[in-house]
Every structure is written in structure tokens, then in C-alpha cells.
């Protein structure tokens, strides 16, 4: 079957696995969105709303494993339709991955709203707001196959990574000058990665959209900006 293909039945399908997509991508968004909410809180309530909204995420992954079986097995899709069903298999994989680490966030401001003294989360925060973004623009280049949006938020991981390493330090700094917050940022510093790996799968979205459009990956290597790996702490004055 050519892509230019006739069948009204398969443009349906299509349309439908689309849809499917674009509804789990709004899902995430929204989870990650309260996931943040709950932790400038921090905010138990809202946290529980993210774990409960993950159900959904699971079960349209299911849903668009299903139709991309059922459009694999019966149509014999070629060229730029078979592109797009294997992107869309490996798009929900990411997207549901996404709402784990969400829920994931979630749990630990669960955890923080139970703390005497909350730790400082505006730089957390903001992080995470910059993923959010690039995963607003994600779903766009999705929506409309515009693989140069698609580039721009591949481009911008690097620039989360570089957040979470100025994170990882302040955050070990804060803790060498206040111990009474370790248990706190503890916390928080999970809740960064975790934020930080939503932005990886954003971007391996991204790299999937310019492969249904382009017919092939980047071909250049991603910009990895996260030293975390050799950050430490700063020495202490010793009186």
C-alpha cells in the first residue's frame, strides 16, 4: 500500500491512532503541570490527582498498542503511513514513561508536605516549568508535523540539563549550610531528575516526529549539558 493510498477505512484508523496520541500528550502535559503545583505547595491534595490520573495515560498506551497492531497486521501499510504507526508506538512508550515520572514527582511532595519546614523549591520549580513548555510545543509538532518545532525542543534538553546540574549544586550547598534540610532536598533532588527525564522523553518525541516527517533521526548528536555526575560539595571553613 503506497501513501497515497484510497482507502477511507485506513484514513480513519489513522486519524483515530492520531487522536489517541494527542490525547495522551495532553494528559502528560496536564500531569506534569499539577505535578509542579503540588510541589510549590507542597500540596498533598494535588499530588493525588496526579496518581490518579495516571490509570488514564496506561490505558491509552494500551489502546494505541492495539491500533498500531491492528494497522500493522491488516492494511500492510508502506512509505510515510508505516513511518507514522512505528513512530506512534514508540511516541506513546515515551509519553506514558512521562506520566510515571510525573507521578513519580508527586509522591515526593506527598512527602514533603508531611516536613515541619518546607525546602526551597522556586529554582525546582522553574525547571520544571521549561520542560512543561517544551512539552506544549512537543504535542504542536506533533499535531501539525512541523519538524522544525520538533528540532527546537530537541535542542532545548540541553538547556534542562544545565538547569539540573545549577540545581544539583545549589541544592548540595543547601544542604552543607543547613542540615536541618537535608531530608527535604533530599527529596527534591529526586523530584529533579525525575523532571529532568521527563524533558529526555520529550525530546525523544521530538527526534520520532522528525522521523515520520523526514523519513530518518537527527543526525547529530544531542547536546548533553547535565554534569551532575561531578558535582560536589563545596568545601567548609574549618574555625
Not at 496526579?50 to 508502506?78: C, F, H, N, S, Y
Not at 507521578?103 to 508536605?113: C, N
Not at 525525575?194 to 515520520?212: M, Q
Request: charged residues 25%.
Amino acid at each position: 500500500m503506497s501513501g497515497g493510498h484510497t482507502l477511507a477505512a485506513f484514513d480513519t484508523e489513522l486519524a483515530a491512532l492520531r487522536t489517541a496520541i494527542d490525547r495522551m500528550g495532553e494528559l502528560v502535559e496536564r500531569q506534569v503541570g499539577l505535578a509542579l503545583d503540588s510541589l510549590a505547595g507542597p500540596d498533598a491534595d494535588i499530588a493525588g490527582e496526579v496518581l490518579k490520573g495516571d490509570a488514564e495515560i496506561d490505558r491509552l498506551e494500551a489502546e494505541v498498542e492495539a491500533m498500531t497492531v491492528r494497522l500493522l497486521a491488516l492494511r500492510q501499510p508502506m512509505a510515510k503511513d508505516l513511518r507514522e504507526i512505528v513512530a506512534a508506538l514508540k511516541i506513546a512508550s515515551n509519553l506514558e514513561r512521562m506520566g510515571d515520572f510525573a507521578g513519580s514527582v508527586a509522591k515526593r511532595a506527598v512527602t514533603l508536605s508531611t516536613l515541619p519546614v518546607a525546602p526551597p523549591v522556586a529554582s525546582l520549580v522553574r525547571m520544571g516549568r521549561m520542560v512543561q513548555a517544551m512539552i506544549g510545543d512537543m504535542r504542536r509538532a506533533y499535531t501539525e508535523q512541523n519538524p522544525e518545532l520538533a528540532t527546537s525542543v530537541r535542542d532545548r534538553d540541553g538547556e534542562v540539563d544545565a538547569a539540573y546540574t545549577a540545581l544539583f549544586r545549589e541544592f548540595l550547598t543547601y544542604m552543607m549550610e543547613t542540615p536541618a534540610q537535608i531530608t527535604g532536598c533530599t527529596h527534591l533532588l529526586f523530584a529533579a531528575k525525575s523532571i529532568e527525564r521527563i524533558g529526555d522523553h520529550a525530546t525523544n518525541v521530538a527526534e520520532n516526529i522528525s522521523f515520520l516527517v523526514k523519513g530518518r533521526l537527527p543526525s547529530d548528536e544531542r547536546r548533553k549539558e547535565d554534569l551532575s555526575s561531578y558535582a560536589v560539595a563545596p568545601p567548609q571553613d574549618r574555625a
